[in-house]
């Protein structure tokens, strides 16, 4: 199982980025994913997650900014990003979903290496 992310970069508040996390090494389209982020000093957090067909939620955070999508035939998995602020700074993980509850580290077994959002003027 690998995740290979990308898009992550520098942005001025309220800017827009798009993460993608290319998967491989399994049947992508069986399994739920999410993405995580994790700012410096602070826990990785759980902010976004979509079920195989599609379904989504969202943390409080991000919700009415963020979208996660899928695209099943392509393996892979993006996060937009919009309206962007200086608190989304982190870096940025796709994971797969196994089992229990969407919002717990727990409940995710591969992960991707991370890219890194930074908000800044």
């Known amino acids: 199982v690998q995740f290979v992310e990308s898009g992550g970069g520098l942005v001025q508040p309220g800017g827009s980025l798009r993460l993608s996390c290319v998967a491989s090494?399994?049947?992508?389209?069986?399994?739920?994913m999410g993405w995580f982020r994790q700012a410096p000093g602070e826990e990785r957090e759980w902010i976004a997650w979509?079920?195989?067909?599609?379904?989504?939620t969202y943390a409080d955070s991000v919700k009415g900014r963020f979208t996660i999508s899928r695209d099943n035939t392509e393996n892979t998995l993006y996060l937009q990003m919009n309206s962007l602020k200086s608190e989304d700074t982190a870096v940025y993980y796709c994971?797969?979903?196994?089992?229990?509850?969407?919002?717990?580290?727990?409940?995710?077994?591969?992960w991707g290496q991370g890219t890194q959002v930074t908000v800044s003027s």
């Open positions: 994971a797969r979903h196994y089992q229990g509850g969407a919002f717990y580290l727990s409940s995710y077994d591969y």
């Open positions: 979509i079920s195989t067909i599609s379904t989504t």
């Open positions: 090494g399994f049947a992508f389209n069986s399994y739920s």
